[in-house]
């Protein structure tokens, strides 16, 4: 009905279609799925398909999408995760290939999440002349497809020219594709974020050698994620370069293990004035960094809102000044200690408030206080069972 009356809808700018595992996916879907392509009056599109059982459906209805495809400047296409159709990638490789990605000419934002071997897309997509953020993903993340080998490629000289934003995305046993290979051979001058993976300590530090060689002035946002099996301790030296990187907003090292110095720590932290976000998420329980870190953040980065760094809530805060003034202006509503231990909480709870004024809740092996049970810890208004629970995190998430 909606395909007959478009006048429905006529504001409309984003379309989603969910192609359920249960759905007949036959002529009779195509019949009613292509026109409502044609009869909507969207730019922004996102295939999202459970199981595709029949790639003659997927076939028709992809280029029932290059027929509109002028007026996309957004388009994903996602392939769901369960492992009933790994034998259709072939099948879906030569559906893209033939259509060439020719109807994304005019594409900004692409969004791909489909295939176990995605290298073959790549130099079409590094062709697009308008295209400004990329998402590339697979959904496997199964040991048995770890070591399947990775298909050569190359890229044209003027690759990702318009690029500013990179996220890949990648099974916890197999990265999508070299990173390090990809990031050398992108020509745009102009990249603001990056959201990567790597599974090995070099190809991290060409990563970020990289990234802090080529596009210090202009990055805002950087997520690394680490793959490394079994985890290895990653050397100062090889996250310093980041230093350059100034203007840097948005920080996450996710699973990475950085058994940092304060010195080292704050060496990073005082390069990044602006940064609102901050997550250094370590497997390690017991960290090295200790709460001179926290006190050096909120005194150096006041726009800091958001935080999750490690340190040893025990050691290392500095002692309350007598006349209670407290000079710092730090921003930062939420902290997370991640693995670390708060073995005594009193002082913890004390030292927080004061050095975070703004500062919400707290979470620390995996439980979470709010700002008012700290005060009353602090301030020795919980009694019995409900100071034992606050004081020991009986509350959890």
């Not at 974020?193 to 990234?211: C, D, V």
């Not at 301790?233 to 948005?250: G, H, M, N, Y």
């Not at 921003?331 to 005594?344: D, L, P």
Request: hydrophobic share 40%; charged share 20%; with cysteine.
């Amino acid at each position: 009905m909606i395909s007959s009356h478009p006048s429905f809808l006529p504001a409309l700018q984003s379309l989603h279609l969910i192609i359920h595992r249960d759905a007949p996916l036959g002529d009779q879907c195509t019949d009613v799925f292509v026109p409502l392509l044609k009869a909507l009056p969207y730019s922004d599109l996102t295939i999202q398909v459970d199981v595709p059982r029949n790639t003659t459906f997927l076939q028709k209805l992809l280029q029932g999408v290059s027929k509109e495809a002028r007026r996309l400047k957004s388009f994903s296409f996602q392939i769901g995760d369960t492992l009933e159709h790994w034998n259709q990638d072939a099948a879906l490789e030569e559906i893209f290939l033939e259509l060439q990605f020719k109807f994304l000419q005019h594409i900004t934002r692409l969004t791909l999440k489909l295939l176990l071997q995605g290298t073959t897309f790549l130099p079409i997509l590094a062709a697009l002349p308008e295209l400004q953020y990329l998402q590339l993903g697979t959904v496997v993340d199964h040991t048995e497809f770890a070591d399947r080998p990775e298909p050569p490629y190359e890229l044209p000289p003027t690759a990702f020219s318009q690029l500013k934003s990179l996220v890949i995305t990648a099974g916890a046993y197999k990265d999508f594709l070299d990173v390090s290979y990809l990031l050398e051979r992108i020509s745009s001058s102009q990249i603001e974020r990056l959201e990567l993976p790597f599974k090995t300590i070099p190809a991290l530090q060409s990563s970020i050698s990289t990234i802090s060689t080529r596009w210090a002035g202009t990055i805002i946002a950087l997520k690394l994620v680490s793959r490394i099996f079994p985890v290895h301790s990653i050397a100062f030296p090889v996250f310093e370069p980041l230093t350059q990187c100034k203007k840097l907003r948005d920080v996450c090292f996710w699973e990475c293990r950085l058994n940092y110095s304060d010195d080292q720590f704050q060496q990073l932290f005082e390069s990044w004035p602006d940064v609102e976000s901050l997550t250094v998420r370590d497997p390690k329980k017991w960290p090295r960094a200790t709460c001179a870190v926290l006190d050096f953040v909120s005194q150096r980065c006041t726009k800091l809102t958001d935080l999750t760094l490690a340190v040893n809530l025990d050691t290392g805060a500095p002692p309350p000044p007598p006349d209670g003034y407290f000079p710092t202006t730090s921003a930062v509503t939420k902290y997370n200690a991640g693995y670390a231990s708060c073995t005594e909480p009193r002082p913890t709870f004390a030292f927080l408030l004061r050095t975070f004024p703004n500062l919400q809740t707290f979470e620390c092996e995996a439980h979470k206080w709010d700002a008012g049970d700290m005060h009353k810890v602090v301030t020795g208004q919980c009694v019995g069972r409900i100071a034992l629970a606050v004081m020991t995190g009986a509350t959890r998430r």
